[in-house]
Nanobody, 124 residues
Framework: QVQLVESGGGLVQAGGSMRLSCTTS????????MGWFRQAPGKEREFVAA????????DYAGFLKGRFAISRDNAKNTVYLQMNSLKPEDTAVYYC?????????????????WGQGTQVTVSS
């Protein structure tokens, strides 16, 4: 069983930056495709970013327009989400997810394991 634990959320002013981390255990991290999703109050969960097992191939939701960057450190079993130029509409619970196929995927249903989520609040 894979366990994922997110950290790094909190309150930030609009225009600021924040980095989320997600540390995994229970399976060789380097074989997992990793992704970040978010869910704002009253909205459906949406894809944010995903990264391949080797960290070479990232994929981003179109609405990000280069503000976020996903990366991973396989030696530390951790995937990161660097968020820059944050906007109030980025306020959401951010979830880390892992897929056992090791693929870069956008659909939440394709992920096998999820973290508990971390709240990100961007004030205007």
């Amino acid at each position: 069983q894979v366990q994922l634990v997110e950290s790094g959320g909190g309150l930030v002013q609009a225009g600021g930056s924040m980095r989320l981390s997600c540390t995994t255990s229970g399976r060789t991290f380097s074989t997992l495709g990793m992704g970040w999703f978010r869910q704002a109050p009253g909205k459906e969960r949406e894809f944010v970013a995903a990264i391949s097992t080797g960290g070479i191939i990232p994929d981003y939701a179109g609405f990000l327009k280069g503000r976020f960057a996903i990366s991973r450190d396989n030696a530390k079993n951790t995937v990161y989400l660097q968020m820059n130029s944050l906007k109030p509409e980025d306020t959401a619970v951010y979830y880390c997810a892992a897929n056992s196929r090791g693929l870069v995927l956008r659909r939440g249903d394709d992920y096998d394991h999820w973290g508990q989520g971390t709240q990100v609040t961007v004030s205007s």
